[in-house]
């Protein structure tokens, strides 16, 4: 079974803090990704990861930066936190497709639930 | 930019009932894949649709993808508590990867 696993349930913290939010898969996944999910937006991807040291910004990247220095792990840093973080953030990978081939289902961790006070 | 929009955002149902999610689309989409969270939980996977006009079926789950690719539907027969979630679709676009934008999703209680 895969597994995508990230550091902390449930996270506190104070505004213009650094925070950093960990996750690390365990299936040799190319492909990694974080959302944020708020009531009624659904899942927003702030950025992916296709490769170890690549990314790509997603739809809502501001506020935010991201680090892949191995396959397995995938940070996301909020360089000063401020309220409108406090979110649930969601991380998740898959396989990547070879050249014209179909994509490959995301797997999720169980998310951090993010507050910033 | 690309959007995809979710209906309807709510939905109760008496157990036993039937339930449709609709998807709409911007623009014209590489597959789709369809998701379930759970209350308290993360997204699962449920299927992924990638040709016009398709349809799949997992038992009382049915699944179906346009003609023009632009919009996708999930429809449960006789629902049951199980089914209690959010069923989000994500719509894929390529441009030399793959790209996904979720929609809203619809939250789905079922009344025993």
């Known amino acids: 079974d895969v597994k995508v696993t990230q550091s902390s349930r449930y996270l506190v913290k104070r505004t213009g803090e650094k925070v950093f939010l960990e996750c690390v898969q365990d299936?040799?996944?190319?492909?990694m990704f974080w959302y944020r999910q708020d009531p009624g937006l659904g899942l927003r991807l702030i950025y992916f990861s296709y490769d170890v040291k690549m990314k790509e910004k997603g739809d809502i990247p501001e506020g935010y930066s991201v680090s892949r220095e191995k396959k397995e792990r995938f940070s996301l840093i909020l360089e000063s936190a401020s309220t409108n973080q406090t979110s649930m953030y969601l991380c998740?990978?898959?396989?990547?497709?070879?050249?014209?081939?179909?994509?490959?289902?995301?797997?999720f961790g169980p998310g951090t639930r993010l507050t910033v006070t | 930019g690309q959007q995809v929009m979710q209906i309807p955002q709510y939905q109760h149902v008496q157990e036993g009932e039937d339930f449709t999610t609709y998807c709409n689309s911007s623009?014209?989409?590489?597959?789709i894949q369809w998701y379930k969270q759970r209350p308290g939980g993360h997204p699962v996977f449920l299927i992924q649709?990638?040709?016009?006009?398709e349809v799949k079926k997992q038992k009382r789950l049915t699944f179906q993808f346009g003609e023009a690719k632009k919009n996708s539907s999930l429809h449960i027969t006789a629902t049951q508590t199980t089914d209690v979630g959010t069923y989000f679709c994500a719509g894929a676009t390529y441009s030399g990867t793959y790209k996904y934008i979720f929609g809203t999703g619809t939250r789905l209680k079922v009344l025993a």
């Open positions: 623009t014209t989409l590489s597959n």
């Open positions: 998740a990978s898959s396989l990547s497709p070879g050249l014209g081939a179909i994509s490959y289902e995301q797997y």
């Open positions: 649709l990638v040709k016009s006009g």
């Open positions: 299936m040799d996944h190319e492909n």
